[in-house]
């Protein structure tokens, strides 16, 4: 059994410009989350895809948004970047039965110049 | 505003010796919380939890305590091993009505350096 993978593993940007993430989440696991952890943060709730649609959001402006595929698979996508979008975007899935556990991936460190 | 806070940026414990991480939340509506543990460059780990019914989970060195009218819990693990050193984080979750959104709120985390 794979765990939850993602892709780059790390990636440079400009300001303005835009990023994609990709996850593929744990097998079996049909719920995905992205998070955001900044520097000596924790991680903060970005969004959460659920069967193909978004059913639940934090307190992220519209230029953060994101698809999930029919495999569970799942990407985030970031438009016109900002220096404080710096961070590790972490990817985390979830059963569809059971407990709130998330599993997480290693993640992606954006760095925008 | 900050839901779940661990006001600890850093525990430092001998080899063998009990780790107390010590974690408070404000939203009384908070019905899970969880343990993660973090090494650099990797994501962070489930290690326990435990659903607000209870007031303590064990699993073999890791045991979780919450203390629900204080809105405190704490993890401790016994004896403590080099190979714990890691940044510890809590997080609380609670299932909205209607979905199964179970939206994680961290804390900032514990960063714990066992000595050997």
């Known amino acids: 059994e794979t765990g939850v993978t993602q892709s780059p593993t790390h990636l440079i940007k400009t300001r303005g410009q835009q990023v994609t993430l990709r996850c593929s989440s744990q097998?079996?696991?049909?719920?995905v989350s992205w998070y955001q952890q900044a520097l000596g943060q924790g991680p903060q709730f970005i969004f959460q895809?659920?069967?193909?649609?978004?059913?639940g959001r934090g307190n992220f402006p519209p230029r953060f948004s994101g698809l999930q595929f029919p495999n569970y698979s799942s990407e985030l996508n970031v438009n016109a970047l900002e220096l404080d979008d710096s961070a590790l975007y972490l990817c985390?899935?979830?059963?569809?039965?059971?407990?709130?556990?998330?599993?997480f991936g290693p993640g992606t460190r954006l760095t925008v110049l | 505003d900050q839901q779940v806070k661990q006001n600890s940026p850093s525990l430092s414990v001998q080899e063998g010796r009990i780790s107390i991480l010590n974690c408070d939340y404000t939203?009384?509506?908070?019905?899970?919380f969880l343990w993660y543990k973090k090494y650099p460059a990797e994501g962070p780990t489930f290690l326990i939890s435990?659903?607000?019914?209870?007031d303590k989970n064990e699993d073999g060195r890791f045991t979780v305590f919450l203390n629900k009218s204080a809105k405190h819990l704490s993890l401790h693990i016994v004896p403590s091993q080099p190979g714990d050193s890691a940044v510890y984080f809590c997080?609380?979750?609670?299932?909205?009505?209607?979905?199964?959104?179970?939206?994680?709120?961290f804390g900032k985390g514990t960063l714990l350096t066992v000595n050997p």
């Open positions: 985390a899935s979830r059963l569809p039965t059971g407990e709130a556990e998330q599993f």
């Open positions: 097998s079996g696991h049909n719920t």
């Open positions: 895809y659920y069967r193909e649609e978004e059913n």
């Open positions: 939203n009384s509506m908070f019905d899970y």
């Open positions: 435990i659903s607000s019914i209870k």
């Open positions: 997080a609380a979750s609670f299932r909205h009505s209607g979905g199964s959104n179970y939206k994680l709120t």
